[in-house]
């Protein structure tokens, strides 16, 4: 869990004496102007400040004396004087004369960002993952105070984003303190304008962001300030609009050698555009360059790995084949550094396919005990023996999924066929004597083994995929946070020991630790307006699925039911539900029911959720109902993914199957007014 620290700019920032715009003199100033060599921005001249050395100076003093300026700025007891000479045939040029260096610089006023005309080798800081911050500083000219800005930061660890929120002051300024791990990617958005820009910050960076609502013009100054320019004015050429032209449809029919070849074709075609900007731009940076070919590198990896979605993971597993796989394979052997760059989605889908396809699905208490028990070196099992309870673990998973999802009983016999034999031998070793007096003894800490060996499931992978120390670090980090961000609940002692045995990193380590006292606080809060969180005691007894909706909608008739089918373990339900409290204040007046039913939900993750979000309250309800009654429900109502979202009138007729989301917040208000009226 990250920690972010919000500094808004004080009043005593406001200039103590405005200058009018209109008058020639000011015009001739006001602007950014850039150095006239290296054509880097190093002074920023507006109405109320100015913009020097990555922060707001005041104006102490400004005197016009025909074509020059005399110019006195502090920021706090820190004092620059400035001596500006106008070119008297171009109001654009000039030169500064400053007390902090010597000699007279030329400075050019561009309308527009330019291009650098030096070279720039730099390489990127790795600086080991350790907690370090990123300062934000920015200026949003022609828009109203309070205007709100947006940054993201991808979160390395899990699937979220860690989105930190400030407000401009009356002057238009920010100024925010964001904690990073390395250097990483910051998305910079704002919603009272069309400010959307992609940034990259290195630990200890101060990145000063100006822009003009009015025209668009957006500048970037800091240690990456040139990198961060060249990033921007890539955004905005028009040339690399093509690049949208380059995507493959989805398409699970297709042949996975088909798919793999096109997919070539298409990161082919998208790195050469990539080189034809750079080879217009032959001054560009080596960490532009660095950035763009490994972000289309990754994306590329990305697309590769996101077809795993077209496998089949339940019953009848299904994997790509080799030589699918050995490309994907070199990939993950290639992967650009530092790793916080460029997200987590390729990694995340690659030690998830390999992890799908090593699992069993089925982690029984007594196969579960027995491993945990061979584990700790108290019960040794043979070569055979291990695989035969693999086996065994298999074909109950075939069999139940099978029976979920409604396969015909000779195709479950077919593909559990070639693990027969195998499958008796594991079902004979745990009918035997010593493992039932194992199970026996490990009983009281069934719940603690199994949270640690759903864990390990996480990491089956873990030593079979070559990786560096560090990367084996971040892996084990994500694989606990990601665990932990599914149950929304702390960890057993036992398990953050296990945790720190893989993991010496101490900034990696905080990670899981402040996110286990997170959810230990969380776990201790009181649950507000309980009365929202409904029994199953008087639907134990239903089993038709039309019955069990009927009693479930019945209290309700009157009012338009939003119904919310999520699940504790699904990132995409949770992050649909911070829209919710909006949402819910906009109709709190009037006759709506916001119904969520949880799917294969623990009691206390799905308590702890619905106090994170706060969703409670008079017209919410909360269903988790046990497993075969949530299944009777997802059948009738056709849903096959999470969250599906579905709209019933006053009378309990199902309007609309796939209602818009929480997200899509005006569209949804606007549907259930539509209803309300009816």
Same mark, same amino acid.
């Given at each position: 869990?990250?920690?972010?620290?919000?500094?808004?700019?004080?009043?005593?920032?406001?200039?103590?004496?405005?200058?009018?715009?209109?008058?020639?003199?000011?015009?001739?100033?006001?602007?950014?102007? +850039?150095?006239?060599?290296?054509?880097?921005?190093?002074?920023?001249?507006? &109405?109320?400040?100015?913009?020097?050395?990555?922060?707001?100076?005041?104006?102490?003093?400004?005197?016009?004396? %025909?074509?020059?300026?005399?110019?006195?700025?502090?920021?706090?007891?820190?004092?620059?004087?400035?001596?500006?000479?106008?070119?008297? %045939?171009?109001?654009?040029?000039?030169?500064?004369?400053?007390?902090?260096?010597?000699?007279?610089?030329?400075?050019?006023?561009?309308?527009?960002?330019?291009?650098?005309?030096?070279?720039?080798?730099?390489?990127?800081?790795?600086?080991?993952? !350790?907690?370090?911050?990123?300062?934000?500083?920015?200026?949003?000219? #022609?828009?109203?105070?309070?205007?709100?800005?947006?940054?993201?930061?991808?979160?390395?660890?899990?699937?979220?984003?860690?989105?930190?929120?400030?407000?401009?002051?009356?002057?238009g300024r920010f100024h925010i303190i964001i904690p990073i791990i390395n250097t990483n990617s910051l998305f910079i958005d704002s919603e009272g304008c069309e400010l959307s820009i992609h940034t990259i910050a290195e630990p200890g960076d101060t990145l000063l962001l100006f822009y003009n609502n009015a025209n668009n013009d957006t500048r970037i100054m800091g240690q990456n300030g040139r990198l961060?320019? &060249?990033?921007?004015?890539?955004?905005?050429?028009?040339?690399?609009?093509?690049?949208?032209?380059?995507?493959?449809?989805y398409d699970a029919k297709m042949d996975h050698s088909v798919y793999l070849a096109e997919q070539q074709k298409i990161y082919d075609k998208r790195t050469k555009i990539v080189e034809k900007y750079i080879s217009r731009h032959p001054q560009l940076s080596d960490k532009f360059k660095m950035i763009k070919h490994n972000s289309e590198f990754m994306l590329h990896a990305s697309s590769l790995m996101?077809?795993?979605?077209?496998?089949?993971?339940?019953?009848?597993?299904?994997?790509?084949?080799?030589?699918?796989?050995?490309?994907?394979?070199?990939?993950?052997?290639?992967?650009?550094?530092?790793?916080?760059?460029?997200?987590?989605?390729?990694?995340?889908?690659?030690?998830?396919?390999?992890?799908?396809?090593?699992?069993? #699905?089925?982690?029984?208490?007594?196969?579960?005990?027995?491993?945990?028990? +061979?584990?700790?070196?108290?019960?040794?099992?043979?070569?055979?023996?291990?695989?035969?309870?693999?086996?065994?673990e298999h074909v109950m998973s075939e069999r139940n999924l099978g029976k979920y999802f409604g396969v015909d009983s000779l195709e479950i016999e077919r593909v559990t066929k070639p693990y027969k034999e195998a499958f008796e031998r594991g079902k004979q070793l745990l009918q035997e004597k010593n493992i039932i007096e194992l199970c026996k003894k490990y009983e009281s800490m069934n719940n603690e083994?199994? @949270?640690?060996?759903?864990?390990?499931?996480?990491?089956?992978?873990?030593?079979?995929?070559?990786?560096?120390?560090?990367?084996? &670090?971040?892996?084990?980090?994500?694989?606990?946070?990601?665990?932990? !961000?599914?149950?929304?609940?702390?960890?057993?002692?036992?398990?953050?020991?296990?945790?720190?045995?893989?993991?010496?990193?101490?900034?990696?380590?905080?990670?899981?630790? %402040?996110?286990?006292?997170?959810?230990? !606080?969380?776990?201790?809060?009181?649950?507000?307006?309980?009365?929202?969180?409904?029994?199953?005691?008087?639907? %134990?007894?239903?089993?038709?699925?039309?019955?069990?909706?009927?009693?479930?909608?019945?209290?309700?008739?009157?009012?338009?039911?939003?119904?919310?089918?999520?699940?504790?373990?699904?990132?995409?339900?949770?992050?649909?539900?911070?829209?919710?409290?909006?949402?819910?204040?906009?109709?709190? *007046?009037?006759?709506?029911?916001?119904?969520?039913?949880?799917?294969?939900?623990?009691?206390?993750?799905?308590?702890?959720?619905?106090?994170?979000?706060?969703?409670?309250?008079?017209?919410?309800?909360?269903? #988790?109902?046990? *497993?075969?009654?949530?299944?009777?429900?997802?059948?009738?109502?056709?849903?096959?993914?999470?969250?599906?979202?579905?709209?019933?009138?006053? @009378?309990?007729?199902?309007?609309?199957?796939?209602?818009?989301?929480?997200?899509?917040?005006?569209?949804?208000? #606007?549907?259930?007014?539509?209803?309300?009226?009816?």
């Open positions: 869990m990250l920690i972010c620290v919000f500094i808004l700019t004080s009043n005593t920032l406001a200039q103590k004496n405005t200058f009018t715009l209109g008058t020639p003199q000011m015009k001739r100033l006001i602007g950014c102007w +850039n150095d006239s060599e290296s054509k880097e921005w190093r002074y920023g001249f507006f &109405e109320k400040f100015a913009i020097y050395n990555n922060d707001f100076w005041e104006y102490q003093s400004l005197n016009f004396i %025909k074509n020059k300026a005399e110019i006195t700025l502090n920021k706090g007891e820190d004092v620059l004087k400035l001596n500006i000479s106008f070119d008297s %045939k171009a109001d654009s040029i000039c030169t500064i004369t400053s007390s902090t260096q010597k000699g007279k610089r030329k400075f050019i006023r561009f309308s527009s960002a330019p291009d650098f005309t030096i070279e720039d080798h730099d390489t990127f800081i790795d600086n080991g993952y !350790h907690q370090d911050s990123v300062t934000v500083i920015g200026y949003i000219s #022609n828009t109203p105070e309070n205007t709100s800005v947006e940054i993201t930061i991808p979160n390395f660890f899990n699937e979220n984003e860690d989105i930190y929120k400030i407000k401009t002051d009356s002057s961060n320019q &060249e990033l921007i004015n890539y955004q905005r050429d028009p040339s690399t609009n093509e690049l949208y032209k380059y995507s493959l449809r996101q077809r795993r979605f077209a496998l089949r993971f339940n019953f009848n597993k299904e994997f790509f084949n080799s030589e699918y796989m050995a490309y994907v394979d070199q990939l993950y052997h290639q992967l650009p550094q530092p790793y916080t760059i460029y997200g987590n989605r390729f990694l995340t889908d690659y030690l998830g396919y390999y992890n799908n396809t090593m699992s069993s #699905n089925c982690l029984s208490n007594t196969t579960t005990i027995i491993k945990y028990a +061979n584990k700790k070196g108290e019960y040794e099992l043979t070569t055979q023996q291990k695989n035969d309870l693999s086996a065994y083994i199994m @949270e640690l060996m759903q864990i390990q499931e996480g990491l089956i992978c873990f030593d079979s995929i070559a990786a560096t120390p560090i990367l084996k &670090e971040l892996i084990a980090t994500k694989t606990f946070c990601e665990y932990m !961000h599914n149950i929304e609940t702390p960890l057993r002692n036992s398990t953050i020991d296990y945790f720190k045995s893989l993991v010496s990193n101490e900034s990696l380590r905080r990670i899981v630790l %402040k996110q286990q006292e997170v959810y230990a !606080h969380l776990a201790k809060q009181k649950l507000e307006n309980v009365e929202s969180l409904k029994s199953n005691d008087g639907l %134990k007894n239903i089993s038709d699925a039309n019955e069990l909706l009927r009693q479930i909608i019945a209290p309700y008739k009157g009012k338009v039911i939003y119904m919310d089918f999520w699940g504790t373990w699904c990132s995409p339900c949770k992050a649909e539900m911070k829209y919710t409290p909006d949402i819910k204040e906009a109709l709190k *007046d009037k006759e709506v029911i916001f119904m969520y039913l949880a799917n294969n939900s623990t009691e206390d993750s799905w308590k702890n959720i619905i106090k994170e979000n706060h969703l409670t309250g008079p017209n919410i309800v909360h269903y #988790n109902l046990p *497993d075969d009654q949530q299944r009777l429900l997802e059948k009738l109502l056709s849903i096959n993914s999470f969250p599906t979202f579905i709209l019933l009138d006053k @009378e309990g007729n199902i309007i609309d199957r796939h209602a818009p989301k929480p997200s899509q917040k005006q569209e949804l208000i #606007n549907r259930i007014n539509e209803l309300l009226t009816k």
